[in-house]
C-alpha cells in the first residue's frame, strides 16, 4: 500500500481565495482524521470521518472551513475565504486500530 | 485545555547520548500511550506504544518508561544516532465512538550532534 496520499504537497495561495486539499486514505481504514499543525498549537485536530460520515467537527477553527467524504478512497478539506492565519500544514490520517499520517500540505496564505 | 504535556520542547545531544523526553497526563481513562517521530517534510509515523498495565517496553534503542500512579511516561533513545534528529510527539488515547482517540503532545525537536 503507498499509505495516506495527500496533494497538493505545497500550496500558496492569496487571502480570499478557496483552497482544497485533498487526501487518499489506506484501503481498508475505517476513520479518517484531518489535523492542522503549527508552531504555535502543535497537532490538532479539525474533523474526523467514520464510514465516509462525519463523526466530530468541533476541532474546525470557523464557518470557513468545510471537509466532505464522497467515498471511502477521497476527503477534502476546504477552506473559503483563506486568511493568512490558515497557514499551517495540514495532516490527512487514517486509521484502522493505529493512526497512519500522510505526508502533509504546508498552506501558505500570503 | 491540554491533556498531555511534554518536555523539553528541544532537546540537544551529542552522538551515544540518551535523550530523555517527559510526558505527563490528566484524564485516568487513557488506556494507550503512543510515540510518534515526525521528520522534517513528513508526517507523524508511530514509533513505539505502551499500556498502561506496562512498566517498561522497548524496541530496538527506543524504551518508553511508563510511571500509571504518578500518571507520566517518558521516551528513552539510548545510543542516539544523528539520523534521530527529529520531533517526537509523546500522545495518549482512549478507546472512544469506536476508535482511538489521540491527544498529541506539544512536540520534542530532537537534534543528535555527530
Known amino acids: 500500500d503507498a499509505g495516506v496520499i495527500q496533494s497538493p504537497r505545497h500550496e500558496v495561495t492569496e487571502m480570499g481565495q478557496e483552497v482544497t486539499l485533498r487526501c487518499k486514505p489506506i484501503?481498508?481504514?475505517?476513520?479518517l482524521f484531518w489535523y492542522r499543525q503549527t508552531m504555535m498549537r502543535g497537532l490538532e485536530l479539525l474533523i474526523y470521518f467514520n464510514n465516509n460520515v462525519p463523526i466530530d467537527d468541533s476541532g474546525m477553527p470557523e464557518d470557513r472551513f468545510s471537509a466532505k467524504m464522497p467515498n471511502a478512497s477521497f476527503s477534502t478539506l476546504k477552506i473559503q475565504p483563506s486568511e493568512p492565519r490558515d497557514s499551517a500544514v495540514y495532516f490527512c490520517?487514517?486509521?484502522?486500530?493505529?493512526?497512519?499520517f500522510g505526508p502533509g500540505t504546508r498552506l501558505t496564505v500570503l | 485545555q491540554q491533556q498531555v504535556k511534554q518536555s523539553p520542547q528541544s532537546l540537544i545531544v551529542q552522538k551515544g547520548g540518551i535523550p530523555i523526553i517527559n510526558c505527563a497526563y490528566e484524564?485516568?481513562?487513557?488506556?494507550?500511550f503512543p510515540w510518534y517521530q515526525q521528520f522534517p517534510g513528513k508526517g507523524p509515523a508511530l514509533l513505539i506504544a505502551i499500556r498502561p498495565d506496562v512498566s517498561e517496553k522497548k524496541e530496538g534503542r527506543f524504551t518508553i518508561s511508563f510511571n500509571k500512579s504518578a500518571k507520566q511516561f517518558s521516551l528513552h533513545i539510548m545510543d542516539s544516532q544523528p539520523g534521530d534528529s527529529a520531533t517526537y510527539f509523546c500522545?495518549?488515547?482512549?478507546?472512544?465512538?469506536?476508535?482511538?482517540?489521540?491527544?498529541f503532545g506539544t512536540g520534542t525537536k530532537l537534534q543528535v550532534i555527530p
Open positions: 500522545a495518549a488515547s482512549i478507546f472512544a465512538g469506536g476508535y482511538q482517540k489521540v491527544t
Open positions: 484524564n485516568t481513562a487513557f488506556d494507550y
Open positions: 490520517a487514517s486509521s484502522g486500530h493505529e493512526q497512519f
Open positions: 484501503s481498508g481504514h475505517d476513520y
